[in-house]
């Protein structure tokens, strides 16, 4: 699969395939002719991505939002933590990064971990997660998390059928403790479809300033797509509860997953100051709760 990855990225180059970026300096795949290639239409339920204008306007005044819900978590001591999952390059990291840009980072931190080290190896698998999680007036934002077992282990072969099982057992219950101590969970699944998470690889292989973003594992990522679509699935049914459910957001088009993401998490909560035509309810059409998103 690697070497077929290779090739076709030779070919897009022979037939004067280019990187270029957008309005909000993300890369874009532009073909011979100049245009972009346009594979987030697939399956997605809008003909056009959110416009430049609209997209800053609205970003600006939700981040104004998420200062006023930080105050109010601060003052309040409230405690939030919310867990960003998906595919590789579904838009994960971008849209922490908007969550992020404007925080008092003395109150919210991310959190993205590398892989186990030996001793963390030997630990209850949930205890290097624990020691991250927030103290009063704090967000947490997990760039991945304690579901790298239901997914890129259990599809890759990282964990043994019993770690899995046990893992799928305890999870309910160690999320209900969190909520039960006072934490907020609010959990994320970005979807991207096949043919867009390929275009998105092949511009992290050819740009050489998001070449650190690709990594082997990840190209054969694109041969597992059954078995990750599956690993899903399976994660949704046993692990969306009522105390911790799953939202699911379609990332094809990212900013529009951005600015969903922002209005969704900020639609639970009664913060002072809230401005109600600014927070909306989140695009059903973009965002559907996980275990109704099982089949999509």
């Known amino acids: 699969m690697l070497e077929n990855v290779r090739e ?3 070919r897009l180059n022979t037939e004067g395939h280019t990187i270029g970026e957008d309005h909000d300096d993300d890369p874009v795949l532009i073909g011979p002719d100049g245009r972009a290639v346009d594979t987030w239409r697939e399956n997605y339920p809008y003909d056009e991505r959110v416009t430049r204008e609209a997209y800053d306007e609205q970003k600006y005044l939700l981040q104004v939002e998420l200062l006023k819900f930080q105050s109010w978590a601060v003052r309040t001591g409230s405690k939030h933590v919310l867990l960003f999952e998906g595919r590789d390059a579904a838009g994960k990291g971008g849209t922490i990064k908007r969550f992020m840009e404007h925080l008092n980072p003395r109150y ?18 949930f205890q290097r997660y624990v020691q991250h999680l927030p103290t009063a007036g704090e967000m947490v934002l997990f760039d991945r998390s304690w579901y790298n077992r239901a997914g890129v282990e259990r599809v890759m072969g990282f964990a043994e059928q019993d770690e899995y ?14 909520v039960e101590s006072g934490i907020t969970l609010t959990k994320y699944w970005f979807s991207v479809t096949q043919s867009e998470q390929r275009t998105r690889f092949i511009i992290r292989q050819v740009d050489p300033v998001r070449q650190w973003k690709l990594s082997p594992m990840d190209l054969e990522s694109l041969d597992k797509w059954g078995s ?21 957001i379609k990332s094809n088009d990212k900013k529009r997953a951005r600015l969903n993401a922002m209005r969704h998490f900020l639609d639970q909560f009664e913060y002072d100051g809230k401005d109600t035509s600014v927070v909306v309810a989140p695009d059903p059409l973009v965002v559907k709760r996980g275990i109704e998103a099982v089949g999509d």
């Not at 919210?108 to 698998?125: C, H, I, N």
């Not at 099982?165 to 969190?178: G, H, N, S, T």
Request: proline share 5%.
């Open 165 to 178: 099982e046990r893992f799928m057992r305890q999870v309910p219950l160690f999320e209900q403790m969190l």
């Open 228 to 248: 990750y679509t599956d690993a899903k699935e399976q994660m949704f049914l046993r692990t969306d509860t009522d105390v911790a459910p799953w939202t699911t």
């Open 108 to 125: 919210a931190r991310t959190v993205a971990l590398t892989k186990p080290s030996d001793r963390e190896l030997g630990q209850w698998y």
């Open 8 to 10: 076709y990225i030779d």
